[in-house]
């Protein structure tokens, strides 16, 4: 068993992780990372990327049994939709991903351990290898990216047909019918996907709108389009058991609400309800490390942890488990470590992104959470309704909601939900990061015709002078 030291040892090669050791290599540190199973992290391999393949597919279904005499499309005999073909499809589109990340291990000289790594003290890392044997690792900075894991619902467990977003992203084959616990954005995404492959789809949430940590107008415009496209949801909803214990007879999921129970059968399940840190079996305990109430690691805003050569990113914080939240988290830690100028992460406007159909987007504080914190609330909506490239595009649906405070012009949030809008959100959190005004961001000249040109008339809506509506 040999003994290497480093100046940096990252635990974790997620989006946060493999981006931590990155930065740190380019600060001239000497780095090690130690990963498990998912170089790239769940995002590349079972999450966000794989997903995003999947949810393009069935885009191009709808569009094909939805929209077609909208387009023209006329096809003669039967159009089938290979649901195997999209899965590999979006393997091929992960894996892609994945090999991008050993290229930047090796462009940037940082060593790669395969095998799980447990502390033995506040400086040493035991690494058990995938490959078998053991090898052990000191440094002088630690930077913990272990991320998440799924949370089940209350006295549930796990089969062949209660599954996580992990087994059925990994799934050649569909059910016929299928029950999602979440209306979050996992839940909502494979909903979308599922359905227009075929799959009867029925979405259960607790709380008593879909995408609840949504603006309640985003949430209420989802809800439309997906009665429109036939997706069954039920909110205020509470899941009480998952029966399974009969393989020759479907799933029963006992539901209720307003204290009325009633069975949803279906073949399979899908637990969508959220995820917790995952902190256990890496000998956290051996570092002095202090975890939060939630059980995250808790840390400062440079992801430092109350021991001053360890730090925390991304999931394990429990901050804002999004993929880009880490990646910020990451630079920031490893800038710190390298002595390097930085600045925090205020993670409140930090742009979030669900990505069925219509898309969402959005940052900063809701309408409600602005007027409960005492804003002078001031909110512009525009609709794609009226926006020229929507219309092109065949999807004039949904909106931009725009919310400032009217003293000081200052941006508080975004809310947007419609076409493409994932991609719209930079220039507004560029600008709020920037203390822009909306009278400043108006000025902004937007290319026509675009669906950035809704964003620039909401923020017009702002400044008191919105022009096409």
């Known amino acids: ?104 291990m090796k462009k940037n000289d940082i060593t790669e351990y395969d095998g799980r790594g447990t502390f033995t003290d506040d400086h040493t890392l035991r690494i058990d290898l995938t490959a078998g044997g053991t090898e052990t690792v000191t440094f002088e900075n630690c930077i913990i990216a272990t991320g998440a894991t799924t949370r089940l619902l209350p006295g549930t467990a796990l089969s062949d047909r209660v599954v996580t977003y992990e087994e059925q992203i990994l799934s050649e084959t569909l059910p016929e019918s299928i029950v999602i616990a979440g209306a979050g954005a996992i839940g909502v995404e494979f909903a979308y996907v599922l ?33 429109k496209l036939g997706i069954e949801v039920h909110t205020g909803t509470r899941v009480e058991s998952i029966d399974d214990s009969d393989p020759a007879a479907k799933v ?9 129970q009633r069975v949803i059968e ?42 001053p050569h360890l730090f925390a990113i991304g999931d394990v914080t429990a901050k804002l488990m999004l993929a880009h939240a880490a990646e910020a988290m990451a630079v920031i830690a490893a800038e710190t470590i390298g002595g390097a100028e930085t600045m925090e992460v205020d993670f409140t406007m930090i742009p979030r992104a669900t990505y069925c159909q219509p898309q969402i987007a959005s940052f900063g504080w809701t309408e409600a959470q602005a007027r409960e914190l005492g804003f002078d609330v001031k909110v512009a909506k525009f609709p794609f309704s009226a926006n020229g490239k929507a219309h092109g595009l065949g999807e004039p649906t949904g909106f931009v909601k725009v919310i400032s405070d009217n003293r000081y ?10 076409p493409e809008v994932t991609e719209l959100l930079p220039e507004l959190t560029l600008a709020q990061q920037w203390d822009l005004t909306v009278h400043e961001v108006a000025r902004n000249v937007h290319a026509h015709p675009t669906l950035g040109e809704a964003v620039k008339e909401a923020v017009h809506g702002l400044a008191g002078h919105m022009i096409n509506m």
């Open 1 to 104: 068993m040999s003994t290497t030291h480093y100046d940096v040892v990252v635990l974790g090669a997620g989006p946060g992780g493999y981006t931590a050791a990155v930065r740190a290599t380019q600060l001239g540190l000497r780095v090690a990372v130690v990963e498990e199973k998912y170089w790239g992290g769940v995002c590349l391999n079972v999450g966000c990327i794989p997903s995003k393949a999947l949810l393009r597919n069935a885009e191009l279904a709808h569009i094909f049994t939805q929209q077609a005499s909208t387009f023209g499309i006329h096809v003669d005999g039967q159009v089938s939709f290979d649901y195997g073909e999209a899965y590999r499809r979006s393997r091929k589109v992960a894996d892609g991903r994945v090999a991008g990340v050993h290229y930047l």
């Open 195 to 227: 359905h227009n492959y075929g799959v009867k789809v029925t979405v259960v949430e607790f709380l008593d709108r879909m995408v609840p940590t949504e603006d309640a107008d985003v949430s209420k415009e989802l809800s439309r389009q997906y009665r």
């Open 252 to 260: 029963r999921v006992t539901v209720s609400k307003d204290g009325q």
């Open 266 to 307: 279906a073949d399979k399940v899908l637990q969508a309800i959220g995820f917790a840190p995952r902190t256990t079996g890496y000998g956290l305990e051996n570092t002095g490390v202090r975890l939060t109430d939630r059980g995250a690691i808790d840390v400062d805003g440079r992801g430092r942890t109350n021991v």
């Open 409 to 418: 012009g200052e941006l508080l949030g975004a809310h947007l939900i419609g």
